[in-house]
């Protein structure tokens, strides 16, 4: 079979959902793959500009942020299942309803937390909360008014971003992030010409882009592709919002309790070893988060199109896809050891002698992208499902054990920031164990109670 034949046999052939998924696999995978080069670019760019007590200081208000995100109560990933369910069965008066209830809730939500930001700001000590002099924490105040501005209106325009992962459209999403990832690295190229070792000039030029492709591609899809449920003030439906926020609920403990364990690192490397610790952290992270990047480009796809097989049945379409999906994972592992064997030489490549990663911070790394990789298989299931009630518990009790085991590795076993990731590794345990289980119980018809709820 020739090379053109097999390539087409490949994308057109097969059940309409399986397709779909390839199409959106492929075209993520070109995508993301442009913007992980754009991010590695970035951060020797962006090091150099300023320095690694700077950028440590700018990664961890960058995660703290992120911790942000989490204040939809959970109503994104609400939307998202409840979204697909509606198009599965063809009710796009129920989706409009569905989007409409959404964006005004979230952007209550976001007006007060904003408001109370803006209360709150000027009474918080930001030298203490970073460790840092009174010199570079003057230049924050500013800083952090800028960028959670943009953030705030971010947070609302993000929507567009779900109705695409719904629709099992997520490379429209990614051709956006590309979009906005090299508008940032053109104006940090810019800055580094005209300034030096500016926290100003880099927030502004981190936090503008993406609001303005949300804003581009808002205007577009609500326009063309996604008219028929274009957000409108007389579908805002109370009952709606209830269903939405049910499962929202949910959603919303879960992603606090992983805010927690994925997101508190950088923070507690701040407080427990110094902010410059921070640096050759997420410089190690960053290597091996692409496997973690490339598994999550591929089961992005999966959640919704799971949502769309679980709500019509169609079990059978599952259980090979999660079969594939392991499969794949088994070459990521290979490759996650790969990665681990040439880490040395590749920080040389990339970084220089700027900073240096301590092995044992790289094979925890690897253990945890590992880890983290397996248990995102069958979160993806159960998410797209929504049985998320064993998911959520099991959370709670990992994020309440997380953070004292990360202090304790890295300071009193001394192992410094490789210590923090260890902690973590520990912590996904439970997932590793109870996710492949439930999703075995329930494709088999047998779960029961907790185990199906």
């Known amino acids: 079979m020739k090379l053109k034949e097999f390539i087409s046999n490949f994308f057109t052939k097969g059940e309409a959902r399986t397709i779909k998924v390839k199409k959106n696999i492929f075209i993520s995978f070109v995508l993301k793959g442009l913007s992980i080069l754009i991010s590695f670019l970035l951060v020797p760019l962006t090091l150099e500009y300023l320095n690694p007590t700077k950028y440590g200081i700018w990664l961890t208000l960058s995660s703290i ?13 609400g939307l998202r299942n409840k979204l697909t369910e509606a198009f599965a069965i063809k009710d796009f008066k129920l989706a409009k309803s569905y989007v409409s209830s959404t964006y005004a809730i979230i952007t209550i939500i976001m007006t007060v937390v904003y408001v109370l930001f803006l209360i709150i700001m ?27 501005t943009f953030f705030a209106l971010r947070f609302i325009l993000k929507i567009i971003g779900i109705i695409f992962t719904a629709d099992q459209s997520p ?8 979009i906005g990832s090299l508008l940032s690295l053109i104006s940090i190229a810019i800055i580094t010409k005209f300034s030096k ?27 063309v592709k996604y008219r028929a449920i274009r957000p409108s003030f007389r579908t805002i439906d109370l009952n709606n919002f209830k ?46 988060s692409l496997p973690i990047m490339i598994c999550s480009i591929i089961m992005t796809p999966f959640w919704s199109a799971f949502t769309d097989a679980y709500t019509i049945n169609d079990l059978l379409w599952v259980k090979k896809s999660m079969k594939r999906l392991i499969q794949i994972w088994l070459l990521v ?16 490549f990339w ?4 900073v240096e990663i301590p092995i044992t911070l790289s094979l925890f790394m690897a253990l945890f992208a590992i880890i983290s990789t397996w248990n995102n298989i069958f979160a993806s299931f ?28 890295a300071k009193h076993l001394e192992l410094g920031s490789a210590g923090v990731i260890l902690g973590t590794c520990v912590t996904l345990i439970f997932g590793a164990v109870l996710g492949p289980l439930q999703a075995y119980l329930i494709l088999e018809n047998r779960a029961s109670g907790i185990w199906n709820k």
């Open 65 to 77: 942020i992120g911790w942000l995100s989490f204040f939809d109560v959970g109503l994104g990933n």
């Open 382 to 409: 159960l998410n797209g499902a929504s049985k998320i009630k064993l998911q959520m518990y099991s959370s709670v009790i990992a994020m309440s054990i997380n953070i004292p085991l990360s202090i304790f590795f």
């Open 243 to 288: 269903n939405l926020a049910r499962l929202g609920v949910n959603f919303f403990v879960l992603q606090i309790a992983v805010l927690i364990i994925f997101t508190t690192d950088n923070m507690i490397i701040t407080q427990v070893l110094g902010p410059t610790e921070v640096t050759p952290y997420n410089i190690a992270f960053k290597y091996f």
């Open 351 to 354: 970084i220089g002698d700027k």
């Open 197 to 223: 070792g500016s926290l100003l000039y880099i927030s502004i030029a981190y936090s503008i882009t993406p609001v303005f492709t949300l804003i581009i591609a808002s205007l577009y899809f609500f326009k």
């Open 122 to 148: 000027p009474n918080l000590s930001w030298g203490a909360i970073f460790n840092v002099s009174e010199e570079i924490a003057s230049e924050l105040n500013t800083v952090i008014i800028i960028v959670f």
């Open 333 to 348: 592992v290979i490759m996650i050891i790969t990665l681990f064997l040439i880490s040395g030489y590749f920080y040389n």
């Open 171 to 178: 490379a429209f999403n990614n051709l956006f992030d590309f």
